[in-house]
């Protein structure tokens, strides 16, 4: 189990969504490993990170994007550059 850290600003957003310390949100962090991943918070999560960094995720892989690695990866490949 992979406990790399995402980027501050993304740890940050995910933290205050799923209302657990920035330090818990790990590469690895997932909705299955997490209750407090629910469908309502992962909704509010997806709508967070879209307002934060000005992106729009394809609504067919909303459903997928259910890990931070995942997260992550897609705001990448949607142009984001972390600065954390």
Do not use: C, K, N, Y
């Amino acid at each position: 189990m992979s406990r790399s850290l995402p980027p501050a600003e993304l740890r940050a957003t995910l933290a205050d969504i799923f209302a657990i310390p920035a330090e818990q949100v790990t590469a690895d962090l997932s909705a299955a490993s997490l209750p407090s991943w629910d469908s309502f918070r992962h909704l509010q999560a997806i709508l967070a990170l879209e307002s934060e960094f000005h992106v729009q995720f394809d609504p067919q892989r909303i459903g997928d994007l259910t890990t931070v690695a995942a997260l992550e990866a897609e705001l990448r490949a949607l142009g984001v550059q972390f600065q954390g």
